[in-house]
C-alpha cells in the first residue's frame, strides 16, 4: 500500500504529543489546549512511559468511566454513606482527595493519592476546594473526577481532623475497628505533616489489608508521600512494573494529571514565547524563601548569586570601568533568558540591575524577567493561583533551574521539567548565606517532608531510608525520603 511521504512524520508527531503513549487519544483538543500542545514546549521525553504503566492507566479510565460521579455505581456506593450499613461488598472503590495547602503542595499530593489509587485499583475523586476546576483540565474523557456537591461528606472536608472518629488513627487508638464485627463505609486519612504514630500505620502492610476492605476512604495530607509507598511490600512489585525507572514517578504522573485549563495555558505561551522561547539559554530561579520581612533580604541575594557564579550557572560581569571588547557581534553572542519567580519583586530587580549596570565578561547577554510579584500567598483568589501554576510551568521549560530547600512549588517545577535543579540551601538561622550556597539534586523526584520512621514487622523505630536502595533523604530536607 502506498503512503503518503509524510505518514511517518505524522505518525511520530502523534506519539509525541500523546507523550509515547502516556495520554489517550481522541479527547476533544479546543476545550483543554495544553493536554496536547504541551509536548512543543517541553523538551523530548527523557524515558518512554513503561508500556505496563501505559496499560494500567487505559484501565483506570475505562473504570473511572464506570464508577465515576452521578453513574449508577456511584449513586449506589454513596448510599452506603448515607445508611452507614455497609456488608462487606461494593462494586466500587474509592479515594477522595481533599483539597489542602498550597498549590504546589496540592500537586504532590495528587499525584500521590491518584498512585495510590491505582495501587489499590480504586478511583479517584477531587475536591473541587476553591481554585481546582479552574486551574486543571478533567484529565479523563466523558466522566470527571471532581465530587459533586451533593456528596454527604462534603461539608466534613475541612473539619476532618486526627481527631475525627472516623479517622482511621483514632479508630485504632481507641480499638474501634479489633472491637466492631462490622466495616465502616468509610474512613478518614489523616496524612498531614502533624500525624501521630497510629496515623502513619498507613504505610504498613498489616493495615492496608485491613483498609482495601473499606469502600470509601477520604484523605486528607499536604506531603509526597509516594517514596513511603515502596517500603510497602505489597506494593513493591506493581511499583516497579509501573515504574521502571523510578525517578520518573512525578515526571510521568504531574504530566498525566495535570493540564492547565485555557486560560492558565494562555498565561504560559504568551510568556514564554514573548521572553523566553527565542533565547539560547534559559535558567529558571524559583526564590521561595519564608520571608517575614519583604525581599529582598541581602543575604538571600548573596547565596543566590554565589550559586549561580560557583557553578557556572550565570556569567561573571565585570566590575571595572575599563571597557570590553568583544569580537563577535551583539547578534553572534549568546543569550540567556533568566525567569525569575518569587513573592518579592526585588531578586529580579538586583540582577537586572547587576547585568545592566555591568558587562558581562565573556560578553553574553543576559536579560532578566519576572512574571508576577504577589507579594504574599493568597490560596483563595483564582488569579493568583492561575499565576502561581503558570510559573511553575514556565519554570518546568526551562533548560536549567535553580530551586529553594523545601519548597513544594520548586518540587513541581523540576518534577513537570525533568529537570535536576540546584537546590538553594536554607539561610541560616542567624540570617546569614549558607555555605556552600547550593547543591545539585540527584534526581528530579519531590522530597516527602514528614516520613514515618517505624518498622511495621518489628514494631520499633527505624530509618526508613536504609530498607530499599532508591529510597534515600533528601537533599534539602535531611530527614525526608526521596526516590533517586
Ligand atoms: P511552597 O510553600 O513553596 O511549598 O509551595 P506552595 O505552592 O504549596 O505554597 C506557596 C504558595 O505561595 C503558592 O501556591 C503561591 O500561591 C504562592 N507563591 C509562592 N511563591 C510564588 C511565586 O514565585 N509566584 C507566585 N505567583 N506565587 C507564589
Known amino acids: 500500500d502506498v503512503k503518503p511521504p509524510n505518514a511517518t512524520v505524522n505518525s511520530q508527531v502523534q506519539i509525541n504529543k500523546l507523550l509515547g503513549g502516556l495520554l489517550p487519544s481522541g479527547i476533544d483538543e479546543t476545550s483543554c489546549l495544553s493536554r496536547y500542545e504541551s509536548a512543543l514546549y517541553h523538551k523530548e521525553l527523557l524515558h518512554k512511559p513503561s508500556s505496563y504503566l501505559i496499560s494500567r492507566l487505559r ?3 475505562v473504570l473511572h468511566k464506570q464508577c465515576g460521579p452521578h453513574t449508577e455505581s456511584y449513586n449506589r456506593s454513596v448510599e452506603l454513606i448515607k445508611s452507614g450499613q455497609y456488608n462487606g461488598s461494593a462494586e466500587c472503590n474509592y479515594l477522595v482527595w481533599i483539597s489542602f495547602s498550597g498549590l504546589g503542595n496540592r500537586m504532590l499530593t495528587l499525584a500521590s493519592a491518584f498512585l495510590y489509587a491505582l495501587l489499590t485499583n480504586r478511583v479517584l475523586l477531587v475536591d473541587p476546594g476553591v481554585n481546582m476546576p479552574g486551574l486543571f483540565c478533567e484529565p479523563f474523557q466523558d466522566v470527571s473526577w471532581l465530587i459533586p456537591p451533593d456528596f454527604p461528606l462534603f461539608n466534613q472536608f475541612s473539619t476532618f481532623d486526627q481527631k475525627s472518629p472516623r479517622s482511621y488513627g483514632y479508630m485504632v487508638k481507641h480499638n474501634v475497628i479489633s ?30 489489608s485491613f483498609l482495601k476492605k473499606i469502600p470509601w476512604l477520604v484523605m486528607k495530607t499536604n506531603n509526597y508521600f509516594v517514596p513511603s509507598l515502596f517500603l510497602i511490600p505489597s506494593f513493591e512489585q506493581e511499583l516497579s512494573n509501573l515504574f521502571p525507572e523510578k525517578v520518573t514517578i512525578f515526571y510521568f504522573l504531574s504530566r498525566y494529571l495535570f493540564h492547565p485549563t485555557n486560560s492558565v495555558w494562555g498565561l504560559v505561551k504568551r510568556y514564554y514565547q514573548a521572553y523566553l522561547e527565542r533565547a539560547d539559554e534559559k535558567l529558571g530561579i524559583q526564590i521561595g524563601v519564608l520571608e517575614t520581612d519583604a525581599g529582598p533580604l541581602k543575604y538571600v541575594l548573596d547565596q543566590i548569586i554565589d550559586c549561580t557564579m560557583k557553578e557556572n550557572l550565570l556569567p561573571q560581569v565585570n566590575r571595572s570601568s575599563e571597557p570590553i571588547v568583544f569580537n563577535q ?7 540567556i533568558s533568566v525567569l525569575i519567580t518569587s513573592l518579592s519583586p526585588g531578586y529580579s530587580e538586583e540582577f537586572r540591575k547587576m547585568y545592566w549596570e555591568n558587562p558581562t565578561v565573556t560578553g553574553e547577554i543576559v536579560s532578566v524577567y519576572q512574571p508576577s510579584q504577589e507579594e504574599y500567598q493568597q490560596s483563595e483568589n483564582l488569579l493568583h493561583e492561575k499565576k502561581a501554576l503558570a510559573e511553575m510551568y514556565l519554570l518546568s521549560l526551562s533548560d536549567k533551574l535553580i530551586t529553594s530547600a523545601w519548597s513544594t512549588f520548586g518540587y513541581v517545577a ?26 545539585r539534586a540527584t534526581s528530579f523526584e519531590p522530597c516527602f517532608h514528614a516520613p514515618p520512621n517505624y518498622d511495621c514487622k518489628k514494631k520499633t523505630p527505624t530509618d526508613t531510608s536504609k530498607i530499599v536502595p532508591h529510597v534515600r533523604h533528601c537533599e534539602d530536607v535531611s530527614w525526608g525520603l526521596k526516590l533517586f
Open 59 to 61: 484501565d483506570y479510565e
Open 179 to 208: 472491637n466492631s464485627s462490622t466495616l465502616p463505609p468509610y474512613i478518614y486519612l489523616h496524612l498531614a505533616h502533624d500525624y501521630d504514630d497510629q496515623d502513619k500505620l498507613f504505610f504498613c502492610d498489616q493495615d492496608q
Open 414 to 439: 523540576q518534577g513537570l521539567g525533568g529537570l535536576k535543579p540546584w537546590i538553594l540551601y536554607k539561610p541560616n538561622e542567624n540570617r546569614t548565606a549558607h555555605n556552600p550556597p547550593c547543591v
Open 329 to 335: 557581534s551583539a547578534k553572534q553572542r549568546k543569550t
